[in-house]
């Protein structure tokens, strides 16, 4: 697909500059002394077109290895902008969540099907793991498994906007105060469905698979916690 100039030109002279670096160099950017003469803008201009790149997480900056571009990723930008969202109370988490929620439900069958074997055996250890955490006393809740067996699920689609949507709404899962659980009951329900939703896997069953998924899902809505807004400030 070809896309006219003005879709281009909305980009800062340094965005457009990174943009025409080839994948197959080693990423590095020239320092902005020499970017300046290149493009025929200031440094002053190019340093803040520089931080809002490196905030989209497009180039990678360190004091002695200098500028480099980054490989694409969707996340950097859909934090940002949900981040703000979620600290301005302009747009609830739970929206974010719906999203979340029907983007792996449109996604799921393409995914489990293209796992294998090993990534079969990783969705079954971190079920074992978590698993083994709900026995212990005190009860140690597995909130990093939770958010591993979700994404693991989609490794293997190499597209970068659904893994981008993903990471972002388990990033913000835990700052929107959803790691903080009611009571076990709940906790143990959500593990019980994520050993169904393997094991289904494990035999192609993947629409039942992706049944017990959504069901485990609908869980959520049960939860009665508030969103706590000092945890954006």
């Known amino acids: 697909m070809e896309f006219s100039q ?8 340094f965005m457009q500059y990174i943009a025409s670096l080839s994948e197959d160099g080693d990423g590095r950017v020239p320092p902005l002394s020499e970017l300046s003469q290149m493009l025929n803008i200031s440094v002053a201009t190019l340093r803040e077109q520089l ?3 490196r905030m989209m997480g497009i180039v990678d900056v360190k004091p002695k290895a200098g500028i480099h571009k980054l490989a694409y990723s969707f996340k950097p ?9 979620l600290a301005s109370e302009s747009t609830p988490f739970e929206q974010y969540a719906n999203l979340r929620k029907h983007t792996e439900a449109a996604y799921f069958l393409e995914a489990a099907q293209a796992l294998s074997i090993e990534d079969k055996r990783d969705l079954e250890t971190i079920v074992l793991r978590a698993e083994e955490k709900l026995k212990r006393r005190p009860v140690v809740i597995p909130t990093t498994e939770h958010r591993d067996f979700h994404l693991l699920i989609y ?8 893994t981008g949507l993903l990471e972002a709404y388990w990033d913000l899962y835990k700052a929107a105060g959803f790691e903080v659980y009611p009571d076990m009951e709940y906790v143990n329900r959500i593990w019980v469905y994520h050993r169904k939703t393997i094991e289904m896997i494990k035999e192609h069953h993947y629409d039942l698979a992706l049944q017990a998924l959504m069901e485990h899902m609908e869980l959520i809505a049960l939860r009665e916690k ?8």
């Open 77 to 85: 930008a859909v934090i940002t902008s949900l981040t703000y969202a």
């Open 6 to 13: 003005p879709v281009f030109s909305t980009l800062s002279e």
């Open 226 to 233: 508030k969103i706590p807004r000092q945890a954006f400030e």
């Open 51 to 53: 931080e809002v790149a």
């Open 155 to 162: 490794r293997r689609l190499k597209n970068p906007f659904v």
